[in-house]
């Protein structure tokens, strides 16, 4: 099948993305494997080079460690979802070799309740960064790469994939339109300064025990951009005396660039400050508030179709010549167009509590200032908390609502030894277990050295040890 | 304490419900998908057809591109029409030029010569010769009176105007002779032989005068017819009387001859000759060549070459008139020339003329021949008109008259060549001029890539009112013509020996006729439509128009054949040839019509499941008949086209047959009252779908038309059409089902 047919093409596009994403993207973020755990509250535990992407101020407080880093590989998580069918009933409907009953269909329909059918995926993995302080300031300098696509199909389309058109159907036409398509993938070197700040005792307020500020700066490499558009179609059949009639038409613009062909800059900005003596943690951060990819050499494809009558059956074994003398594909190709992509812009409020010694609880709201591919103006507060069953073994839990995500949840837990912290997190969205529609998962290693508590129970006992160990 | 209190039970319930939870979740979010199968009904357009009156035979969009088709008449009324120009052809380039080289000689004669002199000789014969011992003036006695013998002979003096004239015979004229008796003597008889003096003296006449008195004069003639008259006479005279004494004679007394001549008429004169009489003459120069007569014509080139020689030895004068040609712009302005010729003497000159006259701007205007209506008329000739006159001798170096010899058949001499013409425009009488019109080779591509349906519908499907229309609006000829014209009509999907049909036509155009109707309702003729329903896919179209009396005499002309009709250099035949024929409809017995095949190639997929079909039917024609769709594999398109016949329906049917329903029909406009439809289910059944699934798939409708009750109107927008949707379900998947 070529790009001549971009009919067959498009219809297969879809089908198998409908088929092969059984879950959604989120947002356009880093889908951190102690942030899934947290119900998509990493509150305020980021430390080190961990903080890249949340809050950059984290790094600037005081118990960072002297230097951290992670490692490609064990620093990865994904996330996907829709918005209609949980795993259960992917697995009911979406079986090789199942073959499908009208009530099927009509059930697949239903769970779709609104006009479209929404995939998202997103997925990020860290491939290296480093933390390290200076005398002035803390820094990190990281390099990740990030994935997101968004897709709606148009539910009229899929009930015309699902039951065709039938003799009781000429005479009306099926349209279906607005079908969205859009992923982008992009690696982001990341420099990350913050520093703590001193004199604020100025504010007179007893309650600030730390404050700091910090700055993400960010070169985003675009690696590959992908668009649907624009998408509309038609199908009409009618008798007529004069000829039977029958409309078939449609158009999609796709927008690709070439491999490579895409770069901007980021920027990341936050406050973060530890209070009451520390029990608290709080911080403030916009990302991507500047951040864009502007992509070269966008070559956008207008493929279109039309038929205006029944094309003549004759001259079907010759499909491609059948095709041209029967329709009219459009196929306008414009090189050297740009394109510049917006990246989601949020407002990131987080808090934390230590109820007590190693018992955490986390709560974040976030802001999307921006509609774009993986990103949603919806705004959403997540809650969770982290419990050290063992000392060198943390678990846990939050909740989310709002944003495009609904209702999720997710648990976690990881494993530190000396310098040495791996997490894991799972969630869910829309559900629990398989009768959720969308899931999350990540895991990630992190290294480090000098690291003091961030448990305030244990921050006392830790600067006096090492009050004494200086005064040795 | 509290911290240990609170942590040590709480964790370990926790971690055991973590780990749970998470062994659950991970082992639960595994999902085992694919993709699964469905079935899914599509429905598409199938087949349609529209079986249009039009569409029978061709379709209106061919007819700028193949000169033809089908267009409508007024109320939208069918009409098969083809039009093809002909190539303009000049028709008087020929008969406009006259390439001739008629030369005519011939002399003007001067014929008879007339000798008017005033000029009078004496002779005298004196008183002492008449009165023998004359002595002086005395009385004398004459016993008899008698002229004396020594006193006879008196000769005359010369003439001094001629030295020889021969007078012509008979009427050539008299030398009069005078005598005056001038004595006192009365002379009874007088006789005077009249002789040339010469040796032999020749005599050429004899006067007697009788009773001439003293001092009377008397006059004489003698007729010198045959005579031939020198300068110089002798009379021989005797006389007779009764005085016989006493009579006084005076010594200057005498007999006194005077002699003299008048209006003589000569055919031979040497001497001074004076201005003779015009000499007239006519002559024509005949056509030989020509078989086309003009009447009148505007001359655009030609050329008369006159050459004229003086063959006389005296001046003359020479008025040539051809009143055949006057000025365009004067038509009293004649064609007309003289000269002036001097003496035909060595190393003169002027004794000849040679002149061209050049007719540019003129009117040619000649007379029918003579027994043009006869088998054999003469020639067409112009005629000339000279006139010659003598004007005599002249005048030598001194201012003398010359004496000259001339004779009665010397003449001036005359040479006219008629050369080559070229005519603007004329008025004639032709007779027989051929103008060939281009063969027209005329494609009728009504029925192209349609042959089953010539096949089909041959010998059952009339056009009325065929005619051939031949326009000529563009055409300046303004004759009489006869027009004939070959039409054959191709059929190569006939067989060999059936397939061409040959008519010739003949009509008569009228000058200035516009168009010429053959066949069709404003000419009774039959075999137009005769050839029209050949159905041919070619007509050759040859024929040529005639104009002449050759062809307007011919018995059923109506027109007279003498009549002259002008032919100008512009004038063209040109035209167009228009094939024309309203659609009418006879269909005598029961027809299969067979569309055309569609190729469908590797047929539907395998995963057809089902299929269903609708179709609708709409009928304005008022006949019926039933409808079948059949299909098969074969290997090429040729086989499948001998396959699948009206022969071997049963055998690949696949659906129908669907009856057509006939509508009402209106007996007075031959059309349906009113259009009627029906829906038709269609149940596709296993063996047909078998068929549909196998490779190299052809399929065909067959219309079988059921026999007309007479004739059918034929109108544009009048068809049947039929159109099928067919529900095709497909299991989409199915290979991954299995």
């Not at chain 1, 993400?216 to 038609?234: K, T, V």
């Not at chain 2, 030989?288 to 063959?311: L, P």
Request: hydrophobic share 40%; net charge negative; glycine share 10%.
């Amino acid at each position: 099948m070529s790009w001549r047919k971009p009919g067959s093409l498009i219809l297969l596009t879809i089908l198998a993305l409908f088929i092969i994403l059984p879950g959604t993207a989120q947002a356009f973020r880093i889908n951190h494997a102690r942030a899934i755990g947290f119900g998509g509250s990493l509150g305020t535990t980021p430390r080190g080079v961990e903080v890249v992407g949340w809050n950059p101020a984290f790094l600037g407080l005081q118990d960072n460690p002297r230097m951290s880093f992670n490692t490609p590989l064990v620093n990865v998580g994904f996330r996907i979802s829709n918005d209609a069918f949980s795993i259960n009933e992917l697995e009911q409907y979406f079986q090789d070799g199942k073959l499908l009953a009208s009530s099927d269909k009509q059930a697949i329909l239903d769970e779709i309740g609104g006009d479209a059918f929404e995939l998202r995926g997103g997925a990020n993995a860290m491939i290296g960064g480093v933390s390290f302080p200076t005398n002035q300031v803390n820094m990190a300098v990281t390099i990740d790469m990030i994935a997101t696509g968004d897709a709606e199909i148009d539910k009229d389309f899929l009930e015309f994939a699902l039951y065709g058109y039938t003799l009781d159907d000429v005479g009306v036409e099926k349209a279906f339109h607005e079908m969205l398509l859009e992923g982008v993938v992009l690696t982001r070197l990341g420099l990350t300064f913050a520093k703590q700040f001193q004199e604020f005792e100025i504010l007179d307020a007893e309650w600030l025990d730390e404050l700091s500020a910090g700055i993400s700066f960010y070169y985003n490499y675009g690696l590959e951009y992908g668009s649907m558009d624009h998408f509309d179609g038609s199908y009409y059949v009618q008798e007529d005396p004069d000829g039977n009639i029958m409309r078939m038409n449609g158009l999609v613009q796709l927008i690709s660039p070439d491999f490579g062909k895409g770069s901007g800059v980021g920027l990341d900005m936050g406050v973060a400050a530890k209070v009451l003596n520390r029990r608290g943690v709080v911080g403030l951060s916009l990302l991507n508030i500047v951040g864009t990819v502007n992509w070269t050499n966008i070559e956008r494809r207008v493929y279109g179709l039309s038929v205006d009558e029944a094309p003549p059956l004759e001259g079907l074994d010759d499909f491609n010549d059948w095709f041209d003398e029967n329709f009219e594909p459009l196929d306008t190709l414009t090189s050297a167009d740009d394109h510049s992509q917006q990246l989601p812009k949020y407002i990131l409020l987080t808090g934390g509590w230590w109820l007590q010694e190693d018992w955490l609880i986390t709560g974040t709201y976030r802001q999307g200032l921006n509609r774009v591919a993986g990103g949603t103006t919806i705004p959403r507060l997540s809650v969770g908390t982290e419990y050290m069953v063992h000392p060198m073994v943390p678990i846990r839990c939050g909740l989310g609502v709002g944003g495009r995500s609904g209702i999720n949840w997710g648990i976690g837990s990881g494993i530190r030894y000396r310098c040495w912290q791996s997490d894991i997190g799972i969630g869910y969205e829309k559900g629990i277990f398989n009768s959720a529609s969308g899931m999350s998962f990540g895991i990630s290693t992190t290294f480090f050295f000098d690291a003091p508590p961030t448990d305030p129970f244990k921050t006392n006992t830790y600067w006096q040890r090492e009050a004494e160990q200086s005064g040795k | 304490m509290s911290k240990k209190r609170i942590r040590k039970p709480g964790s370990g319930v926790v971690l055991v419900a973590f780990v749970a939870l998470t062994a659950l979740a991970f082992l639960q979010c595994a999902p085992d998908i694919g993709l699964p199968s469905w079935d899914i009904k599509m429905t598409l357009p199938f087949s349609q057809q529209r079986y249009g009156l039009d569409s029978l035979i061709s379709r209106p969009d061919e007819v700028a591109e193949d000169n033809g088709g089908i267009d409508t008449l007024d109320g939208g009324m069918l009409r098969f029409f083809h039009i093809e120009p002909f190539d303009s052809v000049n028709v008087a380039d020929s008969l406009l030029e006259m390439d001739t080289e008629d030369t005519t000689d011939y002399p003007v004669i001067v014929g008879t010569l007339t000798m008017d002199s005033t000029e009078m000789v004496e002779s005298r014969i004196s008183a002492a010769a008449l009165v023998p011992g004359f002595s002086g003036d005395d009385y004398y006695d004459f016993t008899p009176l008698v002229i004396p013998q020594s006193a006879r002979a008196s000769e005359m003096d010369n003439f001094d105007s001629l030295s020889v004239a021969h007078v012509i015979d008979p009427n050539g004229g008299n030398l009069f002779l005078q005598l005056y008796n001038n004595t006192n003597l009365n002379w009874t008889e007088v006789v005077a032989d009249i002789h040339i003096n010469e040796t032999g003296y020749p005599q050429i006449g004899t006067v007697t005068f009788y009773n001439v008195g003293a001092g009377q004069t008397q006059v004489e003639y003698t007729d010198l017819s045959g005579d031939t008259l020198k300068e110089s006479l002798i009379l021989f005279v005797e006389g007779y009387g009764n005085d016989t004494t006493g009579v006084y004679v005076s010594s200057e007394n005498g007999l006194e001859f005077s002699s003299w001549i008048n209006d003589l008429q000569c055919d031979y004169v040497y001497g001074f000759i004076g201005k003779q009489n015009p000499v007239y003459d006519t002559t024509i120069t005949e056509f030989e060549d020509e078989d086309n007569w003009i009447v009148r014509a505007y001359v655009e080139y030609g050329i008369i070459n006159v050459n004229v020689r003086n063959m006389t030895n005296t001046e003359d004068s020479v008025y040539i008139k051809i009143p055949s040609f006057v000025s365009a712009a004067d038509t009293t302005d004649t064609l007309q020339l003289d000269f002036f010729l001097e003496p035909l003497h060595e190393g003169l000159v002027r004794s000849s003329r040679d002149t061209i006259l050049y007719l540019e701007d003129m009117l040619m205007t000649l007379e029918l021949p003579e027994g043009y209506d006869t088998p054999t008329p003469a020639n067409q000739s112009i005629d000339y008109f000279s006139k010659v006159v003598v004007l005599g001798g002249g005048r030598d170096a001194f201012g003398r008259r010359q004496e000259v010899e001339i004779r009665s058949e010397d003449s001036v001499f005359a040479q006219v060549i008629v050369e080559e013409f070229d005519f603007d425009w004329l008025w004639g009488v032709v007779k027989d001029e051929r103008i060939d019109l281009d063969s027209i080779d005329i494609e009728i591509n009504s029925f192209e890539d349609n042959g089953d349906l010539q096949r089909d519908l041959s010998g059952n499907f009339r056009l009325e009112d065929a005619q051939i229309l031949i326009d000529l609006s563009g055409s300046t000829v303004e004759s009489p013509a006869k027009l004939v014209m070959d039409v054959t009509a191709i059929n190569t999907y006939l067989p060999a020996g059936e397939q061409e049909m040959t008519e010739q036509f003949i009509r008569w155009i009228s000058p200035g006729q516009d168009t010429v109707y053959i066949g069709g309702p404003n000419d009774d003729d039959p075999r137009v439509t005769q050839l029209m329903n050949h159905l041919p896919n070619q007509l050759m179209v040859a024929g040529d128009v005639r104009i002449g009396r050759d062809h307007l005499s011919e018995p059923d002309s109506p027109w007279d054949p003498y009549q002259p009709y002008p032919l100008r250099s512009d004038d063209m035949v040109v035209g167009s040839v228009i094939l024309e024929a309203p659609l009418q409809l006879s269909i005598e017995n029961g027809t299969p019509i067979h569309a055309e095949i569609d190729s469908i190639g590797e047929g539907f997929e395998s995963g057809l499941r089902s299929m269903n079909m609708r179709a609708v039917v709409s009928n304005t024609i008022p006949l019926g008949g039933q409808l079948y769709l059949i299909a098969g594999s074969f290997a090429n398109e040729s086989i499948a086209d001998n396959a699948l016949q009206w022969a071997n329906v049963s055998q690949y049917l696949i659906a129908g047959p669907v009856n057509i329903p006939i509508p009402e029909i209106d007996q007075d406009t031959r059309r349906a009252v009113e259009a009627i439809a029906d829906t038709v289910h269609l149940e596709v059944g296993a063996d047909a779908m078998s068929i549909l699934t196998s490779d190299s798939l052809f399929m065909r409708q067959i219309l079988y038309v059921e026999p007309t009750d007479g004739y059918i109107a034929a109108y544009e927008s009048d068809a049947i059409n039929i159109s099928i949707i067919a529900e095709v379900e497909y299991r989409v998947n199915e290979e991954d089902d299995e």
